[in-house]
């Protein structure tokens, strides 16, 4: 038995205890040659795209801020719903821009039981420009499932639903906010939750509303999340959680005609 020492493509070296059998020895390199051509074999990187937060702000200058509300709505009576104090605010401001990312400063405003602000949660974030198409948040998710976790979630509500193949309805709509009346599109899906998982929202829905405009950073105007459950059940027949944006700063957005 005997050591040699073999030099690797890329630096490596490789110590092989070799038995003085002629099939140990292919044995040995094939598994070596593997080894070595494995590490220099990498999957290609998909086509570089651009990343949707990032040109949700292409369009802004530095110090541009938007401000979103989350709040439960209550319900008083069949198909009447009153709005909750505000659970939480959640702001971005525009630091800085360029070709390769953008630079945003975000706050977080918890509230108490009473819907009296708290000391907020504050850092800055950098977000690239592109993404490997291969690799992306979003890489061959359905629209359906990409409304499920896109924007921030003010409530737990889409937790145990399904991705739904219904078609997911569509149209336009204008908010009007702050004297600025914005025009959106708007997009509704209804999704029902795994009752293999979550069996208390059997025969439960979820239906998931979002209104968004290019003449805001971030793209979001509007969100509600609103779950249906049948009566008698264990859980509460109706909920519903609004995400709105509350005030904008540093822009003026586009009126709609």
């Not at 709509?173 to 009752?195: C, F, K, M, P, V």
Request: net charge positive; charged share 20%; aromatic share 8%.
């Amino acid at each position: 038995m005997r050591q040699i020492v073999i030099a690797l493509l890329g630096g490596c070296v490789l110590s092989v205890l070799l038995i003085c059998v002629a099939s140990h020895r292919a044995l040995a390199a094939d598994e070596c040659c593997a080894t070595a051509t494995a590490k220099v074999a990498a999957k290609p990187a998909g086509a570089l795209v651009d990343r949707p937060e990032y040109l949700a702000w292409k369009n802004f200058r530095p110090g541009a801020k938007v401000v979103y509300a989350a709040r439960y709505w209550n319900l008083a009576g069949p198909n009447k719903f009153v709005a909750g104090p505000i659970t939480s605010l959640n702001a971005y401001q525009l630091r800085g821009i360029n070709a390769e990312g953008v630079r945003l400063w975000f706050s977080q405003a918890p509230t108490d039981r009473y819907g009296r602000p708290m000391p907020p949660n504050e850092w800055e974030e950098t977000i690239a420009a592109q993404y490997d198409s291969n690799v992306g948040p979003s890489a061959n998710q359905s629209r359906s499932a990409q409304l499920l976790t896109i924007f921030h979630q003010a409530g737990n509500l889409a937790m145990g639903v399904q991705p739904n193949p219904r078609p997911i309805e569509t149209g336009a709509d204008t908010i009007e906010l702050n004297g600025a009346r914005i025009a959106t599109q708007w997009e509704s899906a209804t999704y029902e939750y795994d009752a293999s998982v979550w069996p208390t929202f059997k025969n439960c829905r979820l239906v998931i509303k979002l209104w968004t405009s290019s003449a805001v950073p971030t793209g979001l105007v509007r969100k509600i999340e609103e779950r249906t459950c049948p009566l008698g059940g264990d859980q509460l027949a109706r909920v519903m959680v609004e995400t709105y944006l509350q005030s904008f700063e540093g822009f003026t957005p586009a009126a709609s005609k």
